[in-house]
């Protein structure tokens, strides 16, 4: 078998390099009320505020408190974390008289919000490796 020269073979390495890995994300969630339904999720730009997500989790009937949520593995980049707290159990997100959200809902830059959210307000860069998210939930009424 050849044996590559060293310089040979950092060479390759910088050549090709290994993509970054996925790492987990951990999202900790704290002024919850109980019950109803509870949706975390990692979406990207194309995926954001629609049905689908790249990773997340949907907790039934969660406790008032704290919660600390797994959402496995996800890939370095730009995504959106959102939190539903659809405490009805209606499965709509509900909205006040004036537009505001009456439900309980959590995004990452949420406290920059001045109106309908946007990707560009609420993302958030994952790097690789892990990666704790403290949010407050927030409830309209």
């Known amino acids: 078998m050849t044996r590559l020269p060293h310089f040979a073979a950092a060479a390759l390495a910088l050549a090709f390099p290994v993509a970054a890995s996925a790492g987990p994300v ?7 009320r109980a019950g109803g339904t509870l949706y975390v999720q990692v979406q990207t ?12 989790r949907v907790v039934a009937a969660p406790q ?6 797994d959402l496995g593995d996800v890939p370095p980049g730009d995504y959106a974390i959102t939190i539903w707290h ?4 209606n499965n709509q997100f509900d909205m006040g008289t004036r537009g505001q959200p009456a439900d309980g ?10 109106g309908q959210p946007t990707f560009d307000v ?8 892990a990666l704790r998210l403290p949010l407050a939930v927030s409830y309209g009424f």
């Open 26 to 32: 951990t999202v900790d969630l704290t002024g919850l």
């Open 45 to 56: 730009r194309e995926q954001f505020l629609g049905p689908a997500r790249i990773g997340g």
């Open 64 to 69: 008032a408190g704290s919660l600390s949520v």
């Open 86 to 89: 659809d405490s009805n159990g």
């Open 105 to 114: 809902w959590a995004m990452a830059n949420g406290d920059r919000l001045r």
């Open 122 to 129: 609420v993302k958030l860069t994952i790097p690789a490796g």
